[in-house]
């Protein structure tokens, strides 16, 4: 169901892209709050209409049956219902609200109905039993659309000063009036309605082009942007855009950064691989131009065209290396490795090298230490600071190297007695073909590239690696690498 949906959105996202505007979104929210408040108005304004009709409906009729029943009383009506004044006052109030009139006395029995069909019935219903209680009630009926007033007829006072109640007054009067009136003011409000919908409408288009103008005024100065070369600054006018802006600007001096080291990364490729190059065309041209040079001669420049194919191909080898960590292609073989055997079988295989070049080399292993790591990869990168701490120091010098651990990481220290590393150049040593000494850097030789391979390779497995260095005096590398990895054994 899931991957259907996914597959759906996939096939029309580019077709229905006009959907995720932030135009359309702004011109929508804007619409329906305008529809959905003209509606919420345009109700409220029917009900408050209906509500006060009803009220001041209902307020004249109960002014009116209080004038009646004065009337009653004061005419004796409610003993004898023969008069003729009160019969017709009855009949014109009830013409008047256009309802009907009902005159119950005490025994809750119906002596006037000018419907003339409840006369001599008894009425026991909850609002004459109240009003027979000295209580006016009124009440509206919504579905049948009539007014219902019911209250006391008071007789005169007695000797105590009491007036009793000699009987009801039951009215009710039809509201189609009222109904008539809020079907016309429900047509106008419905007309105004559309027409401040429209308005809004057209509003909310103006609103959502004005609202997202900053945005295309950055759409138009990126586009205007055409080469990291260019170092002028975006500006914005908006406040909404600005930060965008700071981030874009930002951004674009960072590639700039990125841009100008591949160019130099380019530069230095180039050079690396046409040196030796240029050697073996200088041996070569040499040789030629020999024409009986003797078998030693042939052998020594054919050495020395050997070692510069050599080197040629260690170049690339390491190029090539690090092309595969940077695009993931190089996973890690992880594996349990005793990290004592991996150092010490490193230093001395080293050996050879440290004594040709007068440099003590000296192993310490504070502790036994086993960790999760792979084992070809993290060789290669303690040789490289082991071989650059004997190939760049002093003669007669020396290199330490000591092992040590937590109970969650692994310490590895590689310090010298050499030459030491400018301060200048200490943020740079571990970028590829960047030599901190170069005139010195081609006597001893290498790719320029075991510090990027060897930061690159600690980084895989999750460690740090950090250089202290004063110059003349030599520097110290301090590898911390946890002990277990995280991540599955193939090193995904």
Not at 342 to 362: H, M, Q, W
Not at 423 to 449: A, N
């Amino acid at each position: 169901m899931i991957d259907g949906l996914r597959s759906f959105y996939q096939k029309y996202k580019k077709k229905f892209k006009f959907l995720r505007s932030f135009r359309l979104r702004i011109f929508l929210i804007i619409s329906l709050v305008s529809v959905f408040s003209g509606e919420v108005i345009r109700r409220g304004i029917v009900e408050g209409f209906e509500e006060s009709s009803v009220n001041n409906r209902t307020n004249e009729i109960t002014a009116l049956m209080r004038s009646m029943a004065d009337h009653l009383v004061t005419y004796g009506y409610m003993q004898d219902t023969s008069s003729d004044v009160i019969n017709a006052e009855i009949s014109l109030f009830s013409n008047i609200f256009d309802g009907r009139i009902q005159v119950i006395n005490t025994d809750f029995r119906v002596i006037k109905d000018t419907y003339e069909i409840s006369v001599g019935k008894t009425i026991i219903g909850d609002e004459v039993i109240r009003a027979s209680r000295n209580e006016t009630v009124t009440d509206y009926n919504e579905e049948l659309h009539f007014i219902e007033v019911a209250l006391p007829v008071m007789g005169s006072m007695d000797e105590n000063g009491v007036r009793q109640v000699e009987g009801v007054l039951l009215a009710s009067a039809s509201t189609v009036l009222i109904l008539q009136d809020i079907t016309i003011l429900e047509r106008r409000a419905l007309l105004l309605e559309m027409l401040v919908c429209m308005i809004m409408i057209g509003l909310a288009m103006l609103l959502s082009g004005v609202l997202t103008r900053p945005f295309d005024h950055l759409k138009k100065a990126i586009g205007e942007v055409v080469s990291f070369e260019d170092e002028t600054q975006i500006e914005s006018d908006y406040l909404e855009t600005e930060e965008i802006v700071d981030a874009f600007n930002r951004l674009r001096q960072r590639m700039k950064v990125l841009d100008d080291s591949r160019q130099d990364f380019v530069r230095n490729v180039s050079h690396e691989l046409k040196t030796p190059i240029a050697s073996v065309k200088v041996l070569a041209d040499s040789l030629n131009g020999q024409e009986d040079a003797p078998v030693e001669v042939y052998r020594d420049f054919m050495q020395d065209i050997t070692k510069e194919i050599d080197r040629e191909n260690d170049i690339i080898s390491d190029l090539l290396a690090l092309v595969r960590m940077d695009k993931g292609e190089s996973g890690l073989n992880i594996e349990r490795t005793d990290v004592n055997e991996l150092v010490e079988s490193t230093v001395k295989r080293l050996g050879p090298l440290a004594r040709k070049n007068e440099v003590d080399l000296i192993w310490d292993s504070r502790r036994e230490v086993e960790a999760d790591n792979d084992k070809v990869k993290m060789s290669l990168a303690i040789s490289n600071l082991i071989e650059n701490g004997i190939k760049y120091n002093k003669h007669p010098g020396w290199v330490k190297v000591v092992l040590d651990a937590d109970h969650q990481f692994m310490m590895l220290e590689v310090s010298d007695s050499g030459i030491g590393i400018p301060e200048e150049d200490i943020d740079h040593i571990f970028e590829r073909f960047y030599r901190v000494d170069k005139s010195h850097s081609r006597e001893v030789g290498g790719t320029g590239l075991g510090l990027a391979i060897t930061r690159k390779t600690i980084l895989l497995h999750r460690g740090s690696i950090r250089v202290n260095s004063v110059p003349g005096e030599g520097c110290v590398f301090s590898v911390k690498v946890p002990l277990v990895h995280i991540g599955d054994r193939t090193g995904k």
